[in-house]
């Protein structure tokens, strides 16, 4: 015989006071699909859109249109007929908040109506549990503003069909069971674990935010992940560097014009971010238009420098932003960090030297040397003292990287590299190298932020005014692969000529044309699809750069025990 069952306690959540932030009914539907997935949305401010996103948004358009009025409770009759939409109500007692679709009257009662984007399901109710327990809460809300309300309906647009919805007992305490679930996994401030395998992560707009498979596969090292979380890049960077060019928007286009004369007109919804080099107007408007729809605009000085960006309210996760801090203030934190990054950089400064090599004498040296500082970055007691090792690797590393140009014809000989050198660079391999560290700290400072980070606090390189330092923490790894990778391939492929380069006063920069070929020579390795070593599936680096980011979050928010770096095979 089954032993006795352990009974439920229901502990509800006293009624909300002050400013505490009422639920939104979508939160209950999405806590009862995903836990996790309600929390990123909720707690984290988490929101990416999806083709199932934007779809339901366009079905709902005509019900989120204000319509008709919903009487007071007290003047509803058995006669009184209802059509109202888009009314929105709350309940201080339960603490939600729900806009309801459509309101309508039968009997004396009224009935919410949820409208859905696609087709019924063939399921024993006619609906899944969420869809039932979201419609509940609207019911529960008009109950506790005094109306009588025994059932909703769920339309189904694409099926055109209504689902009635009893407001059972059973389905009552499913909904309440999920909202204080959800109020109480918001004030306990942990997030929920992800899905184990779950068919349910395929289709989820936010997979590539939440990784999943990655995530597990890291904590345990089981079930290699699926390639769910890489996702198509369907917008790229707009590069606009022509001297008193204008930028403005038309539409749901970007104008870009010199001289009074458009030149191009870029889809927004095809722009990424928006690169602005040199002395280019940017209108009001467009900007307006760039920070409603989350598009950064970065700015650079004539020669390349990043200057910083524009972007608008920014991400609202500062339950990661705090994990941050209190992870920069720990020095044993800073340490560890700086240590991964370091000794990924060096194997990948190994790794490019090894593939690349044109020298008459053999890598071996160079490589051992290498080898030499990777093990003895691991073995570091202090930032200063990886400080020193990272300079004798990247000494190591740069006394050889002439070793990796192509020398056949005379006009490679003006891309004689000796040393490496900054501020300013003084021949075209370092101005290269210069210019191509500022666009990858660009693209790094852009993908942080959009993560949520604050880039200017870092763990390796400390905070200096104006300095990206979490951005040159992420981009040390992906110096040698992406930015160094790009330098050589330009030169070698004769994508960048000699004649690219303006010197003067001791210093060498990029012409303008020069600059327009190597900024394309940069993106196109951006897009390079590469097989992930630890994960197996192929991934651009620009979408790898996401989610190195996403993960280093993971681990500071205490998902992980330790921050996975990219090192290539």
């Known amino acids: 015989m089954d032993g006795p069952t352990q009974q439920e306690l229901p502990l509800p959540f006293p009624e909300l006071t002050g400013d505490q932030p009422l639920l939104p009914a979508r939160m209950v539907n999405e806590f009862s699909y995903c836990p996790r997935l309600a929390y990123l949305e909720w707690v984290q401010g988490e929101w990416a859109d999806s083709s199932d996103t934007v779809d339901g948004r366009y079905k709902h358009r005509r019900v989120d249109a204000p319509g008709g009025e919903l009487p007071a409770a007290e003047d509803i009759e058995s006669e009184t007929r209802i059509h109202a939409r888009s009314i929105t109500l ?43 327990v979201q419609l509940c809460v609207q019911g529960l809300i008009l109950e506790d503003c005094g109306y009588t309300c025994t059932e909703g309906v769920l339309y189904f647009a694409e099926s055109r069909e209504r689902v009635p919805v009893a407001f059972d007992a059973e389905l009552r305490a499913l909904t309440l069971s999920a909202l204080h679930g959800l109020r109480g996994v918001a004030l306990g401030g ?17 997979v590539g935010i939440c990784l999943p498979d990655e995530v597990n596969f890291l904590r345990r090292g089981q079930t290699p992940p699926r390639a769910i979380g890489v996702g198509a890049t369907e917008s790229l960077p707009v590069y606009v560097q022509a001297h008193k060019a204008k930028v403005a928007k038309s539409g749901d286009n970007l104008e ?26 940017v209108t009001t408007p467009t900007l307006h238009e760039l920070m409603r729809r989350e598009i950064p605009v970065a700015w650079h000085s004539y020669g390349g420098w990043f200057l910083g960006y524009t972007a608008g309210f920014g991400h609202k996760n500062v339950e990661l932003r705090t994990a941050q801090f209190r992870g920069a203030d720990d020095e044993n934190a800073c340490l560890a960090l700086a ?10 400064c190994r790794v490019l030297l090894r593939r690349n090599w044109r020298g008459a004498d053999p890598a071996d040296p160079v ?31 740069f006394g050889a990287f002439a070793n990796l140009i192509k020398r056949e014809g005379e006009a490679n000989f003006a891309f004689d590299f000796t040393q490496r ?47 990206p330092a979490l951005a040159l923490d ?66 651009s680096y620009r979408r790898l750069l996401e989610i190195q980011c996403r993960l280093l979050g993971r681990f500071l928010l205490g998902e992980m025990i330790e921050n996975p770096n990219f090192t290539t095979r």
């Open 190 to 206: 942990r997030i929920p674990p992800p899905l184990e395998d779950s068919p349910k992560c395929p289709r989820c707009s936010l």
């Open 339 to 348: 240590k991964g990054w370091v000794r990924a950089k060096l194997v990948n």
């Open 256 to 281: 870009i014009s010199i001289d009074d004369q458009v030149v191009s007109r870029p889809r927004l919804a095809e722009v990424s971010q928006l690169s602005i080099h040199g002395n280019v107007y």
């Open 474 to 539: 992420m981009m040390e790894p992906f110096r040698p692969l992406i930015a160094d990778s790009a330098v050589i391939q330009a030169i070698n492929n004769g994508e960048v000529r000699p004649t690219d380069f303006i010197g003067g006063a001791g210093r060498v920069n990029l012409s303008d044309e020069g600059r327009k070929r190597f900024i394309a020579t940069f993106e196109r390795r951006l897009s390079q699809e590469i097989t992930h070593p630890l994960f197996g599936y192929r991934v």
């Open 421 to 467: 050198n900054r501020r300013p660079p003084t021949d075209p391999v370092n101005a290269l190298l210069s210019f191509a560290y500022a666009m990858l700290s660009r693209t790094l400072t852009v993908a942080l932020t959009g993560c949520g980070f604050d880039p200017y606090r870092g763990f390796y390189h400390q905070p200096r005014y104006g300095r």
């Open 90 to 132: 709350s309940s201080n007692r339960l603490g939600v908040i729900a806009k309801l679709d459509l309101i309508e009257a039968e009997d004396g009662r009224v009935i919410p109506v949820d409208y859905k984007r696609g087709k019924r399901p063939h399921v024993t109710r006619a609906a899944y549990d969420p869809e039932r």
């Open 367 to 397: 490589l051992e040397q290498l080898e030499h500082s990777i093990r003895t970055a691991a073995r570091a007691h202090s930032l200063q003292e990886l400080l020193g090792i990272e300079g004798n690797g990247a000494a190591v590393y």
